[in-house]
């Protein structure tokens, strides 16, 4: 398991490292005649030095263990979350979506007593509103 | 270069109580959030660096070095009395911090971690303060072709230094550069992997990136552990005696040359970029037992071992600022995040940086000294209050962690777009540490990445694309002889590694 993880990122990396140079990077680099350096020179240069690394680690793995993958699907809801915070943030601002997401993270967490959610729902958000918008005197998002 | 009223000037300016006033805040919360499993200095730096937007540079970032040293204090909190290290190099601390505190002295295990703290973090200040100006003026001497041969040394030892295997280091700084490779080419302005995306054309924002991959993804990563059962507040119980709760002046005394090595350990390897506060903790660690004429006390609570750790990890602080102002080079994660600071408060570190803007430097300075005063001071009668904040659970700290950091990126890149970058670059943070892949590489290669290009550009341009012309600068042939020499040593080093 432990040297699998390390293919699989050493597989990506060299993966990512040829798509960069042979797609990518010819692409989404303009062209530009003369000058001393090409915009495409050092992308280029990286993405094999990606490519060939990244195979190295693929036939050499180390033994590092990768982490728990429940913990990972776990943290991709918490991800799924926050985009969605992001989102509506976007549409409602600051001011409405933070005590949901705040009140959504610490209800998934685990928390359930009155006291801590009243202040991570309440008073944190109203904090940081009145630390930004009022002694700052900046945008929320 | 820096005459002596430039310098009476900047310590005029920093000590000011208005400046006071910032650096107290700066310490307040970097105790706090330091004495907080998890959040440690850097994240509160991360998070406290676009709120000082508002402020003028000294004050800014005389909050932030308040931050930076009060969190390696409260760092040490945790360690003593739960055995989980608020930051990484508190983790030498524990070892001796721990079976203190079980053994009825919490508040000497702490006080002790405390004095050794700031007296390793005053030497190293003296040391920056002395050597800077002095390096600045032989990196001022350099042209693009020792500038980009710098550059090259600089990965060279951030590549071996940090991360189990030589491979993953080289592809933590790739992905690095390649990130820093977004946006505009700096020698000709055209736009670069952006995407169709106008807002990547000034490249990614560094509070993005750092905050995302350093807090964000941490957070994540703690947040998919929780469980719903909160942490308990932790009861350090006291023995009552008197003598078991203050550090005396003969104990402190009898660990001067204690301090004094583990400072000098931490001051040279925090000049050192690459070389975290972490392994100047456990090197002073080691070589205090080692000398000492009772090894088998430590790990048992001997305070030796206290101030051993905590002054080297301390020392570290000042000196990563040696390559920082200096060279422009960041040291470690926390000098990156001082960096970015320095930029958005309008400072570009560098060996210019004294000439232009001298003044600013030795406020700065002035900032650090005062900050250190003030840390022992809120230390001295926050100590107490810190052990309760250990208590607070989780769920609080982190949701509160994650608005903050939402609302400090978006006024840093001005709107959402920031934001979403800033997740983004959580994911891909969260997973390369899952998968083993350093994050400090990462942070410090797409740093250097748009410097390094711009000056292999600049050397291209003066040589004619001649790169022999590289023979007849001494510096640059030495500093690329010396990157060859550090990978090989490095290399050898890993592979010795692997094999025991």
Not at chain 2, 248 to 273: D, K, N, Q
């Amino acid at each position: 398991m432990s040297t699998l993880s390390d293919r699989i990122s050493g597989l990506f990396f060299m993966a990512m490292g040829l798509a960069m140079y042979f797609w990518v990077n010819p692409n989404y680099i303009e062209t530009v005649e003369g000058g001393n350096l090409s915009p495409s020179t050092l992308p280029n240069i990286i993405s094999i030095i990606l490519a060939s690394a990244g195979a190295f680690v693929a036939i050499k793995p180390t033994t590092h263990r990768l982490r728990n993958p429940v913990l990972m699907a776990k943290t991709g809801l918490y991800v799924a979350l926050l985009t969605g915070g992001i989102w509506a943030m976007s549409w409602f601002g600051f001011e409405y979506v933070a005590p949901v997401l705040a009140l959504a993270i610490m209800w998934l967490i685990g928390e359930r007593r009155p006291l801590w959610l009243g202040l991570g729902v309440v008073a944190m958000p109203a904090l940081i509103w009145f630390l930004v918008t009022q002694l700052l005197g900046r945008a929320l998002p | 270069m820096v005459d002596f009223s430039t310098i009476l000037a900047g310590f005029g300016d920093a000590f000011s109580l208005f400046n006071l006033a910032f650096v107290l805040f700066g310490v307040i919360l970097g105790q706090f959030v330091g004495a907080v499993p998890g959040i440690g200095p850097i994240m509160a730096m991360a998070i406290a660096i676009p709120f000082t937007f508002g402020l003028d540079p000294l004050p800014a970032i005389a909050f932030l070095v308040g931050v930076n040293k009060g969190g390696l204090v409260g760092g040490a909190v945790p360690a003593v009395l739960m055995n989980t290290p608020g930051t990484p190099d508190a983790a030498a601390t524990a070892m001796d911090g721990y079976p203190l505190a079980k053994q009825g002295k919490p508040l000497k295990a702490t006080k002790m971690a405390l004095f050794s703290s700031v007296t390793g973090d005053t030497f190293s200040d003296i040391v920056l303060i002395t050597v800077s100006a002095p390096l600045a003026i032989l990196a001022l001497k350099m042209g693009p072709i020792e500038v980009a041969a710098l550059m090259i040394f600089a990965f060279s030892i951030l590549a071996g230094l940090i991360g189990n295997s030589i491979a993953k280091g080289v592809i933590s700084a790739a992905f690095g550069l390649l990130a820093a490779s977004i946006g505009q080419d700096p020698e000709n302005f055209t736009p670069r992997l952006i995407f169709g995306y106008w807002d990547l054309f000034d490249g990614l924002a560094l509070p993005s990136v750092a905050i995302g991959m350093l807090a964000i993804s941490e957070i994540l990563h703690r947040l998919s552990e929780a469980h719903g059962n909160m942490r308990p507040a932790i009861n350090a119980k006291d023995t009552g005696n008197p003598d078991d709760r203050r550090v005396t002046w003969a104990e402190y005394w009898s660990c001067r040359y204690t301090m004094l090595r583990g400072a000098s350990i931490g001051t040279v390897l925090g000049a050192l970029p690459g070389i975290g506060s972490t392994a100047a903790a456990f090197m002073s660690y080691a070589m205090t037992k080692a000398g000492s004429k009772d090894p088998g006390s430590f790990g048992k609570g001997n305070i030796q071992g206290i101030a051993a750790s905590e002054s080297a990890n301390s020392a570290v602080v000042g000196a990563n600022l040696i390559p920082l102002l200096t060279l422009g080079i960041p040291g470690s994660v926390g000098a990156a995040l001082i960096i970015s600071a320095f930029m958005i408060h309008g400072m570009q570190p560098g060996p210019l940086l004294f000439e232009n803007q001298g003044r600013l430097v030795y406020g700065l300075f002035g900032a650090m000294i005062m900050a250190n005063f003030v840390n022992l001071w809120v230390g001295q009668l926050g100590l107490r209050l810190w052990v309760r904040v250990v208590s607070a659970p989780e769920s609080i700290i982190f949701s509160s962690a994650l608005l903050l950091c939402f609302v400090g990126v978006s006024m840093a890149t001005s709107g959402l777009f920031g934001v979403t970058i800033m997740l983004i670059f959580a994911v891909i943070g969260y997973l390369m540490a899952s998968f083993g892949y350093s994050l400090v590489i990462f942070i410090i290669a797409f740093f250097l990445g748009p410097r390094f290009e711009k000056s292999i550009a600049q050397s291209l341009a003066l040589t004619n694309g001649d790169l022999t012309q590289v023979l007849k600068s001494p510096v640059a042939l030495a500093l690329l002889v010396l990157s060859v020499v550090s990978v090989v040593w490095f290399l050898r080093k890993n592979t010795e590694g692997e094999d025991e």
